[in-house]
């Protein structure tokens, strides 16, 4: 899929979300909203969501950035699936299995990215293109009848917008909600960005724990009192829709007043834009650099989370390595690994011991109810 044109201007759904945070306009509920514990805690209903959320929706696999260049390829194993993620020659993505069509050995296991302009299976050597058809294989008088069309490596349903790279079980899957978060990404330039570092952090906790945290600000000033706390007002968040993903915005109220809000640098500065991207991912974006956090789940109590964050370009000196350590270990180490993700894995402690029967959501949290009703009626 062609990207769209990346603009350096917000979009007007992020003009409005800003307009509202500057009025004082707060994302609330207007009531207490219960959840059932065994939201959390229910092998059943891991399983359901395995089947109709994982299985059919598409997937966030992570960035362009993964792959900056043609005739590249890495592999992803986080969903249970082994995937290769390539980009052809042509610069187009493609999601293919993992597996050799020959005997089904794995292809590929180099952590990061490599070369594809053949990928070869270190067992019996059948090549295959960056786009998964099968190029060679020695001793071909050994397969007489072989249609080497018809022996390309599986693959996936996929798209790339926005600077995000997605894929689907599903062949069906419908991939427009997934696009139509490209004008957003594309004002952040998300697609022409560095990425400066990754990281996988093994969560025990549900996934829906880990993403709950990203849909509401109110514990913000509790949770991240050592941390990121000083830089946001309490409670005053603004949210909206597109398509079935979410998106918010938190900041400080007077400064928004007080700028010009085409001014889109200022405007970052102001304002934290966080999207939920559905089912399982958070784009947090931050006035110089944007986090991407990744929820596999792996069983109904862990769950694999990957951190990449995006810069704009590679760092150059040591004075700008210093400026990008120390905001990857604010947020990686003690925002996201130690406060956020530590909660999530306190909180399925505490649900798994079936003492409540369920959990209580006030009006700062209504992200989160939002959430839970769109997994409802997605399952």
């Known amino acids: ?3 769209l044109p990346r603009s350096s201007r917000p979009s007007p759904g992020q003009l409005a979300l800003a307009d509202a945070l500057a009025r004082g306009e707060a994302a609330m509920g207007t009531q207490i909203v219960r959840l059932p514990a065994a939201t959390y805690t229910d092998p059943a209903q ?3 969501e395995q089947e109709r959320l ?3 929706f598409p997937l966030l696999l992570g960035p362009s950035a993964l792959l900056p260049h043609s005739n590249q390829a890495v592999i992803h194993d ?6 290769i993620i390539s980009r052809d020659g042509d610069g187009h993505v493609h999601v293919l299995a993992n597996v050799c069509r020959h005997r089904g050995t794995r292809l ?5 990215p490599v070369p594809a302009t053949r990928i070869v299976c270190p067992y019996h050597a059948w090549a295959y293109r960056a786009d998964g058809r099968l190029a060679s294989l020695p001793r071909t008088e050994c397969f007489p009848g072989l249609d080497n069309d018809d022996n390309g490596l599986l693959e996936f349903a996929a798209a790339e917008a926005g600077g995000l790279i997605w894929f689907a079980r599903d062949p069906a899957a419908d991939f427009r909600d997934a696009q139509a978060l490209a004008p957003d990404l594309d004002a952040f330039g998300l697609a022409d960005l560095h990425l400066y570092r990754r990281k996988t952090h093994e969560v025990a906790a549900n996934w829906k724990l880990v993403i709950d945290a990203f849909l509401e600000s109110y514990h913000v000033q509790r949770l991240h009192a050592a941390t990121i706390a000083p830089f946001f007002a309490d409670g005053i968040t603004v949210a909206d829709e597109i398509g079935i993903h979410q998106r918010a915005a938190v900041g400080r109220a007077d400064y928004l ?7 889109w640098p200022a405007l ?5 834009y966080t999207y939920q991207l559905f089912p399982n991912s958070v784009v947090i974006v931050s006035p110089d650099y944007i986090n991407l956090l990744v929820a596999m789940p792996q069983a109904v109590g862990r769950t694999l989370v990957e951190d990449l964050m995006l810069i704009p370009e590679e760092p150059q000196t040591n004075e700008a390595e210093a400026h990008w ?4 270990d604010l947020l990686d180490g003690g925002t996201f690994g130690a406060e956020d993700f530590g909660a999530a894995a306190l909180g399925q402690r505490g649900l798994g011991s079936g003492l409540i029967e369920e959990v209580v959501l006030g009006t700062l949290e209504e992200g989160v109810a939002r959430f839970h009703r769109k997994i409802e009626a997605a399952i």
Request: a negative charge; zero cysteines.
């Open 46 to 48: 891991y399983d359901r």
């Open 54 to 56: 994982f299985g059919r």
């Open 1 to 3: 899929m062609d990207a």
């Open 108 to 112: 590929l296991d180099a952590p990061g």
């Open 78 to 83: 986080g969903y249970g699936v082994p995937l």
């Open 257 to 263: 007043s007080e700028i010009d809000r085409d001014d």
């Open 268 to 272: 970052r500065r102001a304002v934290t």
């Open 325 to 328: 350590a120390k905001s990857w």
